[in-house]
């Protein structure tokens, strides 16, 4: 019978022991189901934000890029008005000569006709 007895403690603590490891699985496994949790939320989350600074990055280039054409488009036009502008002052002066020889014919015309008269 002591044999009988010294078994069933064995078979008990070892039944025990067995317990103990279930219980330290069973909460390994609630520690790891969490921290897996816990590492999708954290991929979700760097995914969402990867995606919007991607988003960022892309609408930051255009803007850049519609920066650029307008910088090229300014530059081609001050290329074309400095002819233009040139060609103003050119006139202007050309205006200025003919209406200063027109007061100058009209002059002369007056004297004329005063003369004659």
Do not use: C, F, W
Not at 34 to 55: M, N, P, V, W
Not at 59 to 81: C, F, M, V
Not at 91 to 96: G, I, L
């Amino acid at each position: 019978m002591l044999l009988q007895e010294r078994e069933l403690e064995v078979l008990a603590a070892r039944l025990s022991d067995l317990q103990a490891q279930t219980a330290a699985l069973a909460e390994a496994h609630t520690t790891a189901s969490t921290e897996l949790e816990e590492y999708r939320l954290a991929g979700e989350t760097l995914q969402d934000t990867t995606s919007t600074a991607l988003r960022e990055a892309i609408n930051a280039g255009k803007a850049l890029g519609e920066d650029e054409h307008a910088s090229q488009r300014l530059q081609e036009l001050e290329e074309a008005i400095a002819p233009l502008h040139a060609a103003a002052e050119a006139t202007a002066a050309e205006t200025r000569s003919a209406e200063e020889r027109l007061t100058e014919i009209r002059s002369h015309d007056a004297a004329h006709t005063a003369g004659a008269g």
